[in-house]
């Protein structure tokens, strides 16, 4: 009699992000600064993580390494098993296009473009769909944003709140299964900061992973994972 072959329909329980050994070394001008010392790290698909540490703690090489926009010194960096590490410059690029929304604390708004223009920039560099649809998808994350009112204004007519917004529905352009934030509240106001990590929380529950850095406790608390970095290390979480 032929055995039946049983089926694994055990959950996947590969870390969506995974770092190993990660050390990451700057050469300075009174020499090397070790900017990240051995993190080894997983984060689960759909987790609200908050990197939490004050100002030179190495939260934003971490998530410069995360996106591939800086290199390690040592160790490794997966993103959904992708070896970000072993990436080329225009790989990293072209990769990250697909896979990363990235929300900066200065907005990076392009001034002489539409609200809309600046949404449909991604989407535009990834030849991610005809002209009117990225027109249409980027109308439409505007709106659920409640942007669609300014969406033919410059970004100087309208807040900076408004601004984090637009980057955020920006990031959001190739609807990338990971969205990386670096102190994305840092020049708002604490009501428009809550506003706007209101909206990392909607996009969890969506289904999206979210890396977000802060020195903000507030922000912190609404995370489902909190890890610390302090001088390089982690120190907790």
Same mark, same amino acid.
């Given at each position: ?7 694994? $329909? ?8 995974? *770092? ?9 001008? #009174?020499?090397? +600064? ?8 997983? +984060? ?6 908050? !990197? ?7 939260? @934003? ?5 995360? @996106?591939?926009?800086?290199?390690? =010194? ?7 098993? =992708?070896?970000? $590490?072993?990436?080329?410059?225009? #790989? %990293? ?8 929304? +990235? ?35 980027? *109308? /439409?994350? *505007?709106?659920?944003?409640?942007? %669609?009112? $300014? /969406?033919?204004?410059?970004?100087? #007519? ?10 955020? /529905?920006? #990031? ?5 299964? *990971? ?11 604490? %009501?428009?900061?809550? @506003? !706007? !990590? ?16 802060? $020195?903000?406790?507030? +922000?912190?608390?609404?995370? =489902? ?13």
């Amino acid at each position: 009699m032929e055995r039946e072959m049983m089926q694994d $329909h055990s959950p996947d329980t590969t870390p969506f992000i995974r *770092l190993r050994g990660v050390v990451k070394h700057y050469q300075g001008a #009174a020499g090397a +600064v070790v900017a990240l010392r051995g993190i080894d790290l997983d +984060v689960q698909r759909g987790e609200f993580l908050v !990197v939490l540490g004050k100002s030179g703690s190495g939260k @934003t090489t971490l998530v410069n390494l995360l @996106t591939g926009l800086d290199r390690v =010194t040592a160790g490794e960096v997966w993103v959904a098993a =992708t070896p970000v $590490h072993r990436l080329s410059a225009g #790989a %990293a690029a072209r990769w990250r296009g697909q896979t990363i929304g +990235v929300v900066f604390q200065a907005f990076e708004l392009l001034p002489t473009l539409t609200l809309l223009q600046n949404v449909m920039l991604p989407m535009d560099f990834a030849r991610h769909g005809a002209p009117a649809r990225q027109r249409e998808r980027a *109308l /439409a994350l *505007l709106a659920e944003l409640e942007l %669609a009112d $300014h /969406a033919h204004k410059p970004p100087s #007519a309208i807040s900076g709140g408004q601004q984090q917004r637009v980057a955020i /529905a920006r #990031a959001l352009a190739n609807d990338p299964p *990971l969205v990386v934030a670096d102190e994305p509240t840092g020049s708002l106001d604490s %009501a428009t900061a809550a @506003t !706007v !990590v209101q909206i990392f929380t909607r996009l969890v529950a969506q289904g999206k992973t979210v890396v977000l850095v802060t $020195h903000d406790h507030d +922000v912190a608390r609404q995370a =489902t994972r909190v890890i610390t970095l302090s001088d390089g290390e982690l120190t907790g979480g």
